[in-house]
């Protein structure tokens, strides 16, 4: 896999939006931090486009924006300013061609989990973490600085978290995989499926009905896709709701019964998703998990 090099003072990163709209307001925190870090900072051409209503620019704008900036040496990270959906429509025109002779960071989360498959499936590492639009938020400052760290000074840190009632204890081994489940389950039999392998998938949602969640589960285990994992790290479900008719399992109880064939470890309550602090992890990387009475840890090979 290519791991990009560090960031240094000085260097050019580019903000982008491949999925939904976004306004200028929410991007002026993270356009401050990022010259306060020392970046020179540029914005997408059409980044504050508003011909496509939902979506920030039409696709093909957006599809241009993005080949630009992997096209671009001069360019040393893509910084997606947020979510929401859309990615998946323009992934699959990307050439990642001149990006892998001059590889830079890409960095998102939620519906960038469509660009982080697309980047690995090109052999490239890339940061699940903090985005413009929740890089103000209460909490987010050690996240923040942890994209910082890792983006600057390649300083992987232990990420570690309590422990949950229920956890399955162990440990792991394998490479990072996965992010938000609706768009996982969107991959299947597409050119960007996910691996899972011999990996430890990381699964977070939001504002998910729970028989949604149960079937998302349920799908990926007919799929084959949770009998060969290593481990299962467990983020945010945040805002889980009841349809019509309530349903009788909480998402840890849902996650539970599907994988109760299976020996690999399983922590919840991993940092990572829709809540803050959300802290960055290398999509792609080797790691180690511990899950223990005590506590869960997560370490860079």
């Not at 429509?89 to 001149?98: P, V, Y």
């Not at 960095?107 to 052999?123: E, P, Q, R, Y």
């Not at 349903?247 to 809540?275: C, K, M, Q």
Request: hydrophobic share 40%; proline share 4%; charged share 20%.
């Amino acid at each position: 896999m290519i791991k990009p090099p560090s960031l240094q003072p000085n260097d050019r990163i580019t903000l982008l939006a491949p999925a939904r709209q976004i306004v200028e307001e929410d991007m002026a925190f993270a356009i401050q931090t990022f010259e306060n870090w020392g970046l020179k900072v540029d914005l997408g051409q059409h980044l504050y486009n508003k011909e496509a209503g939902y979506f920030s620019a039409p696709d093909e704008l957006r599809l241009a924006d993005l080949q630009y900036a992997l096209n671009n040496s001069d360019i040393k990270a893509i910084i997606c300013a947020r979510g929401g959906y859309g990615t998946t429509r323009i992934i699959d025109q990307l050439d990642f061609t001149l990006a892998k002779q001059n590889p830079k960071w890409i960095v998102g989360f939620s519906d960038i989990t469509a660009l982080h498959a697309t980047a690995f499936k090109n052999g490239m590492l890339s940061i699940h973490g903090n985005m413009p639009i929740v890089m103000s938020k209460e909490r987010a400052t050690e996240a923040n600085q942890k994209l910082y760290d890792l983006l600057f000074k390649n300083d992987c840190k232990t990420t570690t978290w309590q422990s949950h009632s229920s956890n399955k204890l162990g440990e792991a081994q394998g490479k990072l995989m996965g992010g938000n489940l609706t768009l996982l389950i969107d991959a299947l039999a597409t050119k960007t499926e996910n691996e899972t392998k011999d990996c430890i998938l990381v699964v977070e949602e939001i504002d998910e009905h729970l028989y949604k969640i149960d079937r998302m589960f349920n799908h990926l285990k007919r799929a084959g896709k949770l009998e060969n994992l290593k481990g299962l790290l467990v983020g945010y479900f945040t805002n889980n709701k009841q349809g019509e008719r309530a349903f009788h399992l909480s998402f840890e109880e849902i996650i539970l019964h599907h994988t109760r064939d299976y020996n690999f470890p399983i922590s919840f309550g991993f940092p990572s998703g829709h809540e803050q602090p959300n802290m960055p992890w290398i999509h792609g990387a080797k790691a180690t998990l511990i899950c223990s009475a005590n506590q869960s840890t997560l370490n860079y090979i």
